[in-house]
């Protein structure tokens, strides 16, 4: 159920930035959606969100990322098919997962995979975050994903995905704040939650990716929205605290 199909130097080169970060780049996954046809052999898609696993068989990710009208999971405009998978810089796809939980209070999604994949990188997760601590973030930027690197072939109506090159971008800065926020918008809606506002925006597609601490190599959180301007003229990225979803993991 995870396949090794490529695993060449990376299409996407991570920016300068300290060993524990790059050591990280691996234990993060992009979600995958490709729309085709398989009369005409075109084929549309990239990165749309980011995705960690917390035990070797359970991740975590981005409620809005997945769930935006359940778009996520139908093929695009204009393609009668789809193919949705978890991709990482490895070159490994894993096709056979499902959503387990759904905790949108949260902005949360809590998905599993069976026993099998050996390539499936465990993050340490911390529970403790303050104002002023130094922290990364790691992810897959859908503004790059008509560079993900993909070669396709068909078996039938089947999309067969033979080549896979992507490496997750890195953000970072401090934690600017951690305070109760509430925002209702169309794909995320928080009530009252404590978060951690960061010293620096983000960007589509890091949504459900790790946030970690510099000093410990933990994952302290687990990146969510943008604040809107009219929030915070930085528009500063949140992310949920790992304290906070724990609870809703399986076997933590």
């Known amino acids: 159920m995870c396949k090794r199909i490529f695993s060449p130097v990376a299409a996407l080169m991570l920016a300068a930035f300290s060993i524990s970060a790059g050591t990280l780049s691996n234990h993060v996954w992009s979600f995958v959606k490709i729309s085709y046809d398989p009369k005409t052999l075109k084929a549309e898609g990239g990165s749309c969100a980011t995705v960690f696993f917390v035990t070797s068989t359970i991740f975590v990710t981005a409620h809005h990322g997945l769930e935006v009208g359940s778009e996520r999971f139908k093929p695009s405009k204009g393609f009668p098919n789809v193919r949705v998978f978890l991709g990482n810089a490895k070159g490994d796809i894993i096709d056979d997962f499902w959503i387990e939980k759904r ?144 609870e809703f993991l399986p076997g933590m």
């Not at 990146?223 to 929030?231: F, G, N």
């Not at 990225?237 to 724990?246: F, Q």
């Open 103 to 246: 905790i949108p209070e949260y902005d949360l999604v809590v998905g599993r995979i069976r026993e099998g994949c050996a390539t499936v990188e465990v993050c340490e997760l911390q529970r403790s975050i303050a104002q002023k601590d130094e922290v990364y973030n790691l992810g897959f930027p859908t503004d790059q994903s008509n560079r993900l690197n993909y070669t396709l072939s068909m078996e039938g109506d089947k999309l067969i995905v033979q080549r896979l090159q992507i490496q997750p971008a890195v953000q970072e800065g401090i934690v600017k704040a951690t305070t109760n926020y509430s925002i209702s918008a169309i794909d995320v809606k928080l009530t009252d939650k404590k978060v951690a506002f960061l010293s620096y925006t983000s960007r589509v597609g890091f949504s459900g990716g790790p946030l970690i601490s510099k000093q410990s190599g933990k994952v302290v959180g687990m990146m969510s929205l943008v604040a809107p301007e009219s929030d915070d003229s930085s528009k500063p990225a949140v992310a949920i605290r790992i304290a906070d979803i724990l």
